[in-house]
């Protein structure tokens, strides 16, 4: 992709850029990508959800940054903290895919709709218009959000690369 | 088994039942291209789910990816990776007379996709029931699911049951691959859930350091 100055964001991780440097994440296969963004002071935040719900972990101490419900929270704290207005922030979201067609119909299969089903509720909550959405489908996403335009670059392997 | 380190003993069982399986893959793979087929010695590694996407290439990099799922007294999951080039290789030798492009966009072959979930099939299978007769566990897997995709969005998957409960997966990663030429080569990533270990070093009489 085009950008040097480029942050990376990992697995279950969350991150937040001011232009010009942009953000990215690769191989989103059922996880989501958030980017929630304020255009006009060119900081955004990205989160790479695995699970939709922490309330439903097994796990003593939770990673915050894994599960919907408690990363986007963070994400919009992170940048109001640092100068974003909570009023301005939109969001742009890619990923929820499902990459194997499973004959089972078990609730871990249908995770992909599931997360992105869990981070629209969450946008909702905090009253964060969605201005662009790619999601489902069976092909993993890499994506790079540009603070400094507000665009989402989508790349994936079979489907071609898109902006949003 | 959350995050807790493995104990040399362990490492040395999960490290032997990754040379069996493979070992046994070995075999059958070989019989299907005709040529002698080697193993490297498996590595088995704690890592975070970050760290299994570079085990792997990168979490970006495009493989061929098969999964099956395994249930029974151990369930987890298998992998048998390929990258583009070894799948294009492989099949190559088993199916001569198509070309095939993996990366086509649309449809790519369905014929050379159903190839390589059978070679995949016959190879894993071999895997796993070698393991399963070692350990004396009831072990039976799914059918293959291939995808042509990026290493982070096939792993996932394989991810989901761990991440549940941790932040760390145990994988069990051997190489097998032609000594020539090294065109036909995979690699084995058995990826047990957490629950499973327990199974798995009682049956071979290893104490777990856990309750």
Same mark, same amino acid.
């Given at each position: 992709m085009k950008h040097e100055n480029v942050v990376r964001v990992g697995i279950s991780d969350v991150n937040i850029v001011k232009a010009p440097q942009c953000i990215r994440t690769s191989g989103l296969g059922s996880c989501v990508g958030v980017v929630i963004y304020d255009q006009q002071n060119k900081i955004a935040g990205l989160a790479h959800i695995?699970?939709?719900?922490?309330?439903?972990? =097994?796990? =003593?101490?939770?990673?915050?940054? =894994?599960?919907a419900d408690t990363a986007i929270p963070y994400v919009v704290n992170k940048l109001c903290e640092h100068g974003a207005r909570k009023f301005a922030l939109k969001a742009k979201v890619a990923g929820g895919a499902q990459m194997f067609q499973f004959e089972t119909n078990s609730s871990m299969m249908r995770i992909g709709p599931r997360n992105v089903e869990a981070v629209l509720d969450q946008l909702h909550k905090y009253r !964060?218009?969605? !201005?662009a959405k790619s999601i489902g489908g069976s092909s993993g996403r890499t994506i790079e959000f540009d603070p400094s335009t507000g665009k989402l670059f989508i790349r994936t392997v079979t489907k071609g690369e898109s902006i949003i | 088994m959350s995050g807790k380190p493995l104990s040399s003993i362990q490492k040395d069982a999960l490290k032997e039942i990754g040379n069996i399986g493979a070992g046994n893959a070995t075999t059958s793979l070989s019989a299907l291209v005709d040529k002698k087929i080697q193993m490297e010695v498996p590595s088995v590694k704690v890592v975070s789910f970050d760290e299994m996407m570079d085990v792997i290439g990168g979490s970006d990099q495009t493989v061929v990816g098969l999964y099956f799922r395994i249930t029974g007294d151990t369930p987890g999951a298998v992998y048998f990776i390929l990258t583009i080039k070894e799948a294009q290789a492989l099949l190559a030798k088993i199916l001569p007379d198509t070309h095939v492009d993996?990366?086509?966009?649309?449809?790519?072959n369905e014929y050379a996709l159903s190839a390589l979930k059978e070679v995949g099939n016959i190879v894993t299978g071999s895997y796993l029931s070698a393991l399963s007769d070692f350990m004396s566990l009831n072990m039976s897997y799914s059918i293959p699911y291939l995808s042509v995709d990026m290493v982070g969005a096939i792993i996932t998957v394989g991810l989901l049951e761990i991440c549940e409960k941790t932040d760390n997966a145990i994988i069990i990663n051997t190489n097998i691959g032609d000594e020539?030429?090294?065109?036909?080569h995979g690699q084995f990533i058995l990826l047990p859930d957490p629950e499973a270990f327990y199974t798995i070093f009682s049956s071979l009489g290893i104490q777990t350091n856990e309750a």
């Open positions: 695995m699970l939709p719900d922490s309330t439903l972990s =097994k796990q =003593k101490e939770l990673n915050p940054f =894994k599960f !964060i218009p969605l !201005i | 993996l990366l086509h966009e649309g449809t790519p020539e030429d090294h065109h036909i």
